[in-house]
């Protein structure tokens, strides 16, 4: 299921060279927030001895019962995360017509490319006001799929930061979690194999500056909260607040920033392939503390999709067979299920393919009995 062809003519004017400005992260907020407790997992003690076991144990809770966790010391330097923060940066600052050069293809449920902040939420007369940028997996079944000019430019520094994401955090954690499940090791690797054709992305992204007024209109209207179509979803500290999650006791609380660190959560696919014993957690970003509501708040993550190789049919795992959540349904290999790919791109077409934000209270959107809750609320 590769990317349909879409028609693209690079700008004609393009600039020779896109001139990438370094950027920096803003101060913390000093604002007394209540931040969620997350669990925090230290990759660089997975090739120790019994360091993979341990790193599980930790894990347990955090991906099953919050669906958030906090991961250090991946071997990533810091440095690099900075330049893919200066690449999207420079990227939102260029002119409207380079960045809808290719844009996303949602009426196909696609999300490589740019989507604009065109939407308008409701009735409020206010714009969503975020902008991203989707670059695909820098494989062979992807080579055809437009670049804008400054991806282009930077394209092996960007494949190698891309590759560096999976082999260094991804794989690690697709590991812990099959220790958990008490499935063999590469397990959810394989079902995720990055040289597979699959949605992957590396996404910038950022949400631009509003007024307060703005934030009312748009949060009072719809509060936002999600939960991400994927199987993992990858987020590198840019120290503005805005992040919140549902905890398991209902409340609203604040992402922190972790310097040098990701956030991470687990998403759709990853719990229906586990039957919701991975939980894929309710998430919102929000108005900023009043001390950085003049920053743009811009992101850089990394989404993981199961590709057209996957069905979203419940892993046979020992665990959740004892749990008694595997069903004989569940457990029959000729019962016809959707793809990772299928599903994703139902799910995207179904969110972004249109120019109203409507409200979703009390719906659902189920894609071949793959069910989960809308929640804009």
Request: contains cysteine; aromatic residues 10%; proline residues 6%.
């Amino acid at each position: 299921m590769a990317p349909s062809a879409i028609d693209v003519e690079p700008p004609s004017h393009a600039a020779q060279h896109v001139l990438v400005k370094p950027w920096t992260r803003p101060q913390y907020t000093t604002e007394d927030l209540e931040w969620a407790p997350l669990t925090t997992i230290d990759l660089s003690r997975f090739d120790e001895p019994g360091g993979k076991e341990e790193l599980a144990e930790q894990l347990y809770d955090a991906a099953t019962r919050v669906g958030f966790w906090t991961v250090v010391n991946s071997g990533i330097d810091d440095n690099k995360v900075l330049r893919q923060f200066s690449i999207g940066n420079t990227f939102f600052k260029q002119s409207l017509e380079e960045k809808r050069f290719f844009p996303c293809n949602f009426a196909e449920g696609e999300y490589f490319g740019y989507r604009e902040n065109s939407r308008w939420i409701g009735d409020t007369g206010v714009k969503d006001n975020v902008e991203m940028l989707n670059i695909q997996k820098p494989i062979e079944a992807l080579k055809d799929v437009p670049k804008h000019q400054i991806v282009r430019e930077n394209w092996e520094e960007i494949s190698v930061f891309h590759r560096e994401l999976w082999d260094k955090v991804l794989r690690k954690l697709f590991v812990l979690i099959a220790i958990i499940l008490e499935l063999p090791e590469n397990y959810f690797v394989d079902a995720h194999a990055y040289e597979e054709e699959s949605d992957d992305h590396l996404r910038y992204m950022i949400y631009n500056v509003r007024t307060q007024e703005e934030w009312n209109k748009a949060q009072n209207y719809s509060k936002g909260g999600h939960t991400d179509f994927g199987s993992l979803t990858l987020l590198f500290s840019q120290h503005v607040a805005g992040l919140q999650i549902r905890t398991p006791e209902g409340d609203w609380k604040w992402v922190k920033p972790v310097q040098g660190g990701i956030t991470c959560n687990a998403a759709d696919t990853l719990s229906f392939l586990t039957k919701g014993f991975i939980k894929s957690t309710i998430h919102r970003v929000v108005t900023p503390p009043k001390d950085q509501m003049h920053i743009p708040r811009l992101g850089l993550l990394y989404f993981c999709r199961p590709g057209p190789h996957t069905p979203m049919r419940a892993v046979p795992s020992p665990l959740l067979d004892r749990l008694g959540l595997l069903t004989s349904e569940d457990k029959d290999p000729n019962k016809k299920v959707p793809t990772g790919t299928e599903y994703v791109r139902a799910r995207v077409k179904d969110v972004h393919h249109k120019t109203v934000i409507t409200k979703r209270e009390g719906t659902s959107f189920d894609f071949h009995g793959l069910k989960v809750q809308n929640y804009y609320d």
